[in-house]
């Protein structure tokens, strides 16, 4: 399954004092039905965009013409389609944001494209609205673009980090049940944070005494 799936699982089920407002993720993440339910969450989705030139925007009015830049704007918005089962929308959002269901649970129905699956459609068309956006940003920000892929990149060195610390059995996972494998994952999560913990906190005394000593040897010299 696409990580778009499960990115806000995590977010939704933080009850921490830090509220992230903000969800980066890969090309994967920059699914239109996710982007339609994390705007209606409060979440901006920032995922990293490849490939911009294959991807479509969408304008307003089918009517509306564009100078200079109508070939990436093909087709319109359905705001008909968005207007007429919008109360449905709501409700799976505020379902979500309760506790009542998982993003993901909602996010796996909705990737069905059959014509029975009109939720499906109408999320997609939100979701086409708030990407249009984003790409519009997102092509004319180069700052929005450097975090974007910084912070990206940020979790894929984290994830290859943990899978090195991961040296047992060629990094397999034997396990064939689910909440075994789960165990597994999070236990070298938690080696992978204790190490880079250490590595902080070794760092910074030698830092510290690296500077302290700077410090003398100003003092020895003024003096």
């Known amino acids: 399954m696409h990580e778009a799936v499960y990115i806000l699982d995590g977010l939704i089920r933080n009850t921490s004092d830090v509220q992230p407002d903000t969800a980066h993720g890969a090309t994967q993440a920059q699914s239109t039905p996710v982007f339609g339910l ?14 911009i030139r294959d991807l479509r925007f969408y304008k307003a009015d089918r009517l509306r013409c564009y100078k200079n830049i109508s070939s990436p704007f093909r ?13 449905d929308i709501l409700r799976v959002a505020i ?19 059959t014509l029975k699956n009109k939720l499906y459609f109408a999320f997609r068309e939100l979701g086409r609205v708030i990407r249009t956006l984003f790409l519009l940003k997102y092509i004319s920000d180069p700052q929005m673009r450097r975090t974007s892929d910084a912070e990206t990149n940020k ?8 899978q090195w610390l991961m040296f047992g059995n060629r990094s397999v996972i ?37 500077q302290a000593n700077l410090v003398d040897r100003r003092v020895d010299a003024n003096n």
């Open 174 to 210: 034997a396990e064939n049940i689910r909440h075994e494998q789960r165990k597994v994952i999070k236990c070298n999560q938690l080696v992978a944070h204790m190490v880079i913990l250490y590595t902080v906190q070794w760092m910074s005394r030698a830092l510290k005494a690296l």
């Open 38 to 51: 994390t705007h209606l969450l409060g979440i901006n989705l920032m995922p990293r965009i490849r490939n």
């Open 75 to 87: 087709e319109s918005i359905d705001w008909a389609l968005i207007e007429r089962h919008f109360p």
């Open 155 to 162: 979790s894929e060195q984290f994830n290859g980090f943990a």
């Open 95 to 113: 379902s979500i944001k309760a506790g009542k269901m998982k993003s993901s649970t909602i996010l796996r129905r909705l990737g069905s494209e």
